[in-house]
């Protein structure tokens, strides 16, 4: 089993950065790839960044490629988001969520976080 405690979320302007962190409990953390999915108001949850268990590999949609950097640090139990360049349509409740590899569909994503909101101003 494994908790995952997003936070870091908040309300920036256009341009700004923003951290998200995801705190995982469970002695597991570090066998599983974990994955940050985002969802606005009326939309379908979409992918948006993913990182192997070894923090190896890492993967981005192409929406935010060259903004958006994912890192993991298991000594801590933490998975991160870096968001830089932070555009209006970055706006959404962000999730973070463990598999047993990584990918970019949700349905392969075996724990979630409960979400936390950002909110991008122009």
């Known amino acids: 089993q494994v908790q995952l405690v997003e936070s870091g979320g908040g309300l920036v302007q256009a341009g700004d950065s923003l951290r998200l962190s995801c705190a995982a409990s469970g002695r597991v953390f570090r066998s599983y790839a974990m994955g940050w999915f985002r969802q606005a108001p009326g939309k379908e949850r979409e992918f948006v960044s993913a990182i192997s268990w070894s923090g190896g590999s890492t993967y981005y949609a192409d929406s935010v490629k060259g903004r958006f950097t994912i890192s993991r640090d298991n000594t801590k139990n933490t998975v991160y988001l870096q968001m830089n360049s932070l555009k209006p349509g970055d706006t959404a409740v962000y999730y973070c969520?463990?598999?047993?590899?990584?990918?970019?569909?949700?349905?392969?994503?075996?724990?979630w976080g409960q979400g936390t909101q950002v909110t991008v101003s122009s």
């Open positions: 969520a463990a598999a047993p590899y990584a990918s970019d569909r949700a349905h392969e994503y075996e724990y």
